[in-house]
């Protein structure tokens, strides 16, 4: 059993920035593959990005290249989403998510793939 606790999440304004962590137990984290999802009222969730156990590999989604990078301390079983330039469409519930990727170092960008989830931190962005 794995669990992950986010923090970070909070009221900001457009332009500002924040740094969502993603704590995580139980398991052998450096054997985890984690992402971030996020969902808004009314939309589907979405991953907005991926990293792999080894921190080599990442996915981004489109409307987040260039502003958010996720990163990962395996020292300290946390994972970070750090967001620049955040806009009122970056509003949502953020969640942490994690697979068992001890086999392959690559990321997963399927919900369906991973397995244990945290219970979200919400951010929102005000115009």
């Known amino acids: 059993q794995v669990q992950l606790v986010e923090s970070g999440g909070g009221l900001v304004q457009a332009g500002d920035s924040l740094r969502l962590s993603c704590a995580a137990s139980?398991?052998?984290?450096?054997?985890?593959?984690m992402g971030w999802f996020r969902q808004a009222p009314g939309k589907e969730r979405e991953l907005v990005a991926a990293?792999?156990?080894?921190?080599?590999?990442?996915y981004y989604t489109d409307s987040v290249k260039g502003r958010f990078t996720i990163s990962r301390d395996n020292a300290r079983n946390t994972v970070y989403l750090q967001m620049t330039s955040l806009t009122p469409e970056d509003t949502a519930v953020y969640s942490c998510?994690?697979?068992?990727?001890?086999?392959?170092?690559?990321?997963?960008?399927?919900?369906?793939?991973?397995?244990?989830w945290g219970q979200g931190t919400q951010v929102t962005v005000s115009s």
């Open positions: 990293i792999s156990r080894s921190g080599t590999n990442t």
């Open positions: 998510a994690a697979v068992d990727a001890r086999y392959s170092d690559t990321y997963y960008y399927r919900a369906t793939d991973y397995r244990y």
């Open positions: 139980g398991r052998t984290f450096s054997n985890m593959g």
